[in-house]
């Protein structure tokens, strides 16, 4: 049986849901995950930045990390 996929919720940026500037040196991301089932975690995340029409502006590629709140952000501002 496959496991249905775990889903980011409640995405933030320097602590903000919808921040309207935040500092370049304090731009931290985080998530939490929502779905289905129980002993399930999060072993990899892969994070995309894109600008308002959206061009990607960074691209974390594929981390080894349960890691899910104050993921820096090391692009461009």
Known sequence: MTA???TPAGLRCA???DPLGVAPDRVRLS???EGAG???AQHV???LVTDD???VA???GRVESAASA???YPGEA
């Open 15 to 17: 602590h903000q849901a």
């Open 38 to 40: 129980t002993d399930r």
């Open 45 to 47: 995340y892969h994070l």
């Open 31 to 33: 998530w939490r995950l």
């Open 70 to 72: 104050d993921i820096a």
């Open 53 to 55: 029409v959206g061009t």
């Open 58 to 60: 960074w691209d974390s």
């Open 4 to 6: 249905l996929p775990l």
